[in-house]
């Protein structure tokens, strides 16, 4: 017996508005607080090796509590834990806002991580449940604006509050929304009967938190630390393996996995779940090269780099007020096919950033990223849990979100790797012809024998160079993804593929 959620168009409406503003709420969290580091580093009396813990405690708490969402909604309810959520979330925003120190700020942000963890699984399964299947599209429409939009307008929205206020406003804002969400929650999220919980899989939860924790960590702490020439990242990979390789054991083995092992056998659900993984690192990825380019080659204020990027959004918005209506006249599949190739097509766009530019190409190829991504993460959610039974949707959720967690983590961490890899084997290069006997360096004069002047730029140039190279590699990897969207069954056997499991 499962959880139904039946509320009347009346209800559903401010029900959609109260869960997506918790949802939005979160993933807007997750990046707010990024640009103002370096004000919350004199607030706090950190160092600049400890106030990332800011970001990493949020990160690793977050991932943690996600596997749990599942079991938690089956002992709690679905409105009992959003609600609860709400009220630890909040509370503890409210607690960041007014942190002295830095010990108290990551105490504060690990229980704004475990208070939000539940917001984007519970989200999702919900607007599945309350949405009759031909409505789905629009309802996955609706998340993926939620989710996907929050990291855009994070960057930009934390600048203009540290700018014109205090830092501490970023975590306060949320009060009102959180209050908002709470409320709308508590009226129309109808109560439904709970089945009796499973029991839970302790083994399964550690060693899966092993893998998480560890692999959080050690991608995060990584680029700092020179990889794997460090002994802890080496540890951190060694237990991340190790926890990955005795969750697969146990959950192949085990009476009662932590995630039920009927998903393993959906072959939408597992494709769709790659999609995501893909999504999450075409998104972050990108997020997180073109900030720092602009700041520090092209010298835009930190405000300007939030507007910049911002157009993302604006793609992402137009695909999914049409995705809906497009998926009911062409194949979802190739819907998917097409994202991957926008988004595919707009890297090609950013091989071509150089020095000299202006702000159009970047927000041209921002644009037509925010409509790919749009169009790849829609189709791709509604085909996974199309075949997924109602009772497995909750889990479905949790681990989809975990899927896409681990690939942004992915995603940022490589590129950022390989940047610094060939951002040093391009300022090698550069550095051996800057020799007085260049002819190239002729035309300068006696600005050519002072070649310590000519540094800064050197570097500059070889960052670019690394740029480029990773947005190339961003491009390969879009191409290499489109043929998943064909892996996956077409909407219409889908539908009837999970009319039968949901029958059984």
């Given amino acids: 017996m499962t959880e139904r959620m039946t509320p009347d168009s009346v209800q559903r409406i401010p029900l959609t508005i109260s869960i997506m503003l918790a949802a939005s709420m979160f993933t807007i969290d997750s990046t707010i607080a990024n640009v103002a580091l370096p004000h919350m580093q004199g607030g706090l009396s950190a160092g600049l090796d400890q106030i990332t813990w800011v970001l990493t405690s949020f990160i690793v708490a977050q991932a943690l509590m996600t596997p749990l969402v599942g079991w938690l909604a089956v002992r709690l309810g679905r409105r009992r834990l959003m609600l609860v959520s709400i009220v ?16 108290q700020m990551i105490l504060f942000r690990v229980l704004q991580g475990i208070g939000g963890a539940s917001f984007i699984p519970l989200s999702q399964a919900i607007l599945f449940d309350i949405n009759p299947p031909e409505k789905h599209a629009q309802a996955m429409s609706v998340f993926g604006a939620g989710i996907v ?3 855009i307008i994070g960057p930009a929205l934390g600048g203009f509050i540290t700018e014109t206020s205090s830092w501490r406003w970023i975590f306060l804002i949320n009060v009102p929304l959180g209050v908002l969400a709470f409320v709308g929650v508590f009226l129309f999220l109808p109560k439904a009967p709970r089945p009796s919980p499973p029991k839970f899989d302790f083994t399964g939860f550690a060693v899966l938190s092993l893998f998480v924790a560890s692999l959080q960590l050690m991608l995060d702490r990584g680029p700092g630390e020179d990889w794997l020439q460090s002994w802890e990242v080496r540890f951190e990979a060694a237990l991340a393996l190790a926890g990955l390789y005795m969750f697969a ?3 192949l083995s085990a009476e009662r996995p932590f995630f039920d092992r009927r998903l393993l056998s959906d072959r939408n659900f597992i494709f769709g779940s790659v999609a995501t993984f893909v999504v999450g690192m075409l998104m972050f990825a990108s997020l997180a090269l073109l900030p720092p380019m602009m700041q520090n080659l092209m010298g835009y204020p930190v405000l300007e780099v939030g507007l910049v990027t911002m157009p993302r959004g604006i793609g992402m918005f137009a695909s999914m007020i049409v995705i809906g209506r497009l998926m009911r006249l062409f194949d979802s599949r190739l819907l998917m096919a097409i994202g991957f190739a926008l988004n595919a097509f707009a890297a090609w766009q950013m091989t ?8 159009h190409l970047i927000i041209v190829s921002s644009i037509i990223q925010g409509v790919g991504l749009g169009f790849v993460f829609i189709p791709s959610n509604t085909l996974a849990f199309s075949t997924v039974p109602e009772a497995l949707r909750t889990d479905g959720a949790a681990l989809n979100t975990l899927v896409r967690n681990i690939g942004s983590a992915v995603g940022i961490s490589v590129m950022q790797a390989i940047f610094l ?10 550095v051996q012809n800057l020799r007085p006997d260049n002819p190239m360096l002729a035309p300068y004069g006696a600005e050519a024998q ?3 002047a000519w540094a800064p730029e050197v570097a500059r140039q070889a960052a670019m160079v690394a740029y480029v190279s990773d947005f190339h590699l961003i491009m390969l990897l879009t191409l290499a993804a489109m043929p998943i969207a064909f892996l996956m069954r077409p909407a219409q056997a889908s539908m009837q593929s999970g009319a039968v499991h949901v029958i059984e």
């Fill in 249 to 251: 054991v146990h959950t």
């Fill in 450 to 452: 002072d070649l310590a």
């Fill in 352 to 359: 071509h950033f150089n020095l000299e530019m202006d702000s």
């Fill in 421 to 430: 890899i060939n951002s040093q084997a391009s300022h090698s290069e550069l």
């Fill in 149 to 151: 939009l929050g990291p």
């Fill in 88 to 103: 630890v979330f909040v509370g503890a925003s409210i607690a960041c806002g007014l942190a002295q120190n830095l010990e």
